[in-house]
Nanobody
Framework: QVQLVESGGGLVQAGGSLRLSCAAS????????MGWFRQAPGKEREFAAA????????YYSDSVKGRFTISRDNAKNTVYLQMNSLNPEDTAVYYC?????????????????WGQGTQVTVSS
């Protein structure tokens, strides 16, 4: 069982930056691939970024590539999402998720555990 708690969301102006954190419980964090998804108001949840269990591979959606960076610190059981050059279209609830698999990380169905989400609001 893995419990995930996101933090770091908030209100930021367009062009600004935020760093989200996701702290995981349990001693097997390093065996999970991790992902960040987001859900904007009135829209379905969508993939943003993912990182393999080792941190050696990262994946991004086209909408965040070049602006967001996912990283992990297995010693701290934490995964991060550095978000730069934010725009109002990035406004959403951001969810952290853990997957037992190291492939198909762009799909919600491949994840086994989810956090409660953290709100990110970007003002114009």
């Amino acid at each position: 069982q893995v419990q995930l708690v996101e933090s770091g969301g908030g209100l930021v102006q367009a062009g600004g930056s935020l760093r989200l954190s996701c702290a995981a419980s349990g001693r097997t964090f390093s065996s999970y691939a991790m992902g960040w998804f987001r859900q904007a108001p009135g829209k379905e949840r969508e993939f943003a970024a993912a990182i393999s269990w080792s941190g050696g591979s990262t994946y991004y959606s086209d909408s965040v590539k070049g602006r967001f960076t996912i990283s992990r610190d297995n010693a701290k059981n934490t995964v991060y999402l550095q978000m730069n050059s934010l725009n109002p279209e990035d406004t959403a609830v951001y969810y952290c998720a853990a997957s037992n698999q190291d492939y198909g990380l762009g799909y919600e169905g491949e994840y086994d555990y989810w956090g409660q989400g953290t709100q990110v609001t970007v003002s114009s």
